[in-house]
């Protein structure tokens, strides 16, 4: 794992905004300047050291899938039988597949269904209704996703790398620095997964259907921006090209890569966008989200006022409630000021914290208040519940580490 660079209060003025550009240290992965090809999106890719995970069916559109049956020496409609059973059939196993010749099912399985995630551990509690599972990746790699089912949906929450190189310091996964990205093939397969499990009926309540999936597990999805958007693709696509889900079901959640976020709203997809703000202040947010020294909150908000222009979907701002650190009154006013009007809605988030963290949650009747003076004055708001907290499956607990097995 590399490690993270990390941040201290104060560490430079904030008059200047090309000043920020030469400012380090910056979190992993993003450079000062661009010359690693860094690209549009003014994040490099996550450094290579490792193995590409092998070429998965999910990892293609239907053209390039059927393109991959033909030099199989398959028809191309082949490959439309096993989309539909990795996506509707939930399988991969070739025994199952018997519409397909049995001489060339192991091949076609064995070349565009790999398997990629191992579960390495299973934890669940409320009653059995949020269960979180550890992956191990070909290489190694571990990553979690957790599912979580309530009365009207069933969310999954996916990571889209392992580790992340944001190096926020309140969040558990930002303290090992990034590992990889995950394929694009990786994120689906987190939902084929939890779609599985869904539909076999081990989940309390009877078997059901994955109706939302968020991108906040572990990981940055906009510095994994082409695999997390073809896992978007696969995940919202219709059976049997895809799992199905609705765009509008979907959510993906970031510090606010700005070049990424204008980007995304450019796609003409209709997810919605999350986010992680955590402080209305360029001061406070600079040590909260490191990143917010390439892009400040007034350009992170502009850039998901945008997103909410384009797609016509309101944004969630996603704000972690750290005691004494981001919960006073005047911060809420502020918050306010920034949000009134706009098509934004705020998530509190009573802060998880992580192990050795010199943070808390505020208190409940500051964060009670802080709510108030965004009602007050407007701003719709609601208070995340912290499902998994006891599995560290919380916001910002993932950690992927094997250790505690
Ligand atoms: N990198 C993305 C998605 C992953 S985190 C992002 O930052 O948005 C999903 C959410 O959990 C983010 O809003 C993140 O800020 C929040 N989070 C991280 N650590 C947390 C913690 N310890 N307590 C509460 N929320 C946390």
Redesign the pocket.
């Known amino acids: 794992m590399s490690s993270v660079q990390r941040g201290k209060k104060g560490e430079r003025p904030m008059a200047d905004a090309s000043a920020r550009l030469s400012v380090s240290p910056l979190p992993v992965g993003l450079a000062a300047a661009d010359p690693a090809g860094v690209g549009d999106l003014g994040v490099a890719p996550a450094p290579r050291r490792r193995a590409r995970p092998p070429r998965h069916l999910a990892d293609l559109d239907p053209a390039a899938r059927r393109a991959a049956a033909t030099e199989l020496g398959q028809p191309a409609y082949r490959a439309d039988q096993l989309a539909r059973h990795y996506f509707a059939r939930l399988t991969d196993d070739p025994a199952d597949m018997t519409d397909l010749p049995a001489v060339a099912r192991a091949e076609l399985a064995a070349a565009l269904l790999p398997p990629l995630l191992a579960a390495e551990r299973e934890q669940d509690c409320d009653g059995g209704t949020t269960r979180k599972t550890l992956w191990r990746a070909l290489d190694g790699a571990l990553v979690e996703s957790v599912l979580m089912r309530y009365p009207d949906r069933v969310t999954l929450c996916v990571s889209s790398q392992a580790g992340?190189g944001?190096a926020?310091p309140?969040?558990?996964t930002g303290q090992a620095g990034l590992t990889r990205n995950l394929s694009a093939a990786e994120i689906v397969a987190q939902v084929v997964a939890g779609a599985r499990a869904m539909a076999s009926g081990v989940v309390p309540g009877g078997p059901g259907r994955v109706s939302n999936v968020v991108?906040?597990?572990m990981?940055?999805?906009l510095a994994n921006y082409p695999n997390v958007l073809s896992a978007v693709r696969r995940i919202t696509e219709p059976v049997p090209d895809g799992i199905g889900i609705s765009q509008r079901s979907l959510t993906v959640?970031?510090?606010g890569l700005v070049p990424a976020v204008r980007k995304l709203a450019a796609e003409g997809l209709s997810v919605r966008l999350?986010v992680?703000l955590?402080a209305p202040d360029d001061e406070l947010r600079d040590e909260l989200v490191p990143v917010n020294r390439r892009w400040p909150v007034a350009e992170v908000l502009a850039a998901a006022f945008d997103y909410a222009a384009a797609t016509g979907r309101r944004i969630s701002i996603?704000y972690?409630m750290i005691r004494a650190v981001n919960d006073q009154a005047w911060r809420a006013e502020l918050l306010a000021d920034l949000l009134a009007g706009r098509l934004a809605h705020v998530n509190l988030?009573p802060?998880?914290?992580?192990p050795g963290s010199r943070w808390t949650a505020s208190d409940p009747d500051i964060a009670d208040e802080f709510r108030h003076r965004l009602a007050a004055r407007g701003v719709p708001v609601t208070v995340r519940d912290t499902r998994g907290r006891e599995i560290d499956g919380?916001?910002?607990?993932l950690a992927a580490t094997a250790r505690r097995a």
């Open positions: 992340c944001m926020c309140f969040c558990a991108f906040m597990g990981g940055e999805p959640s970031t510090v999350a992680s955590h996603e972690a988030i802060l998880n914290p992580t919380a916001c910002g607990q």
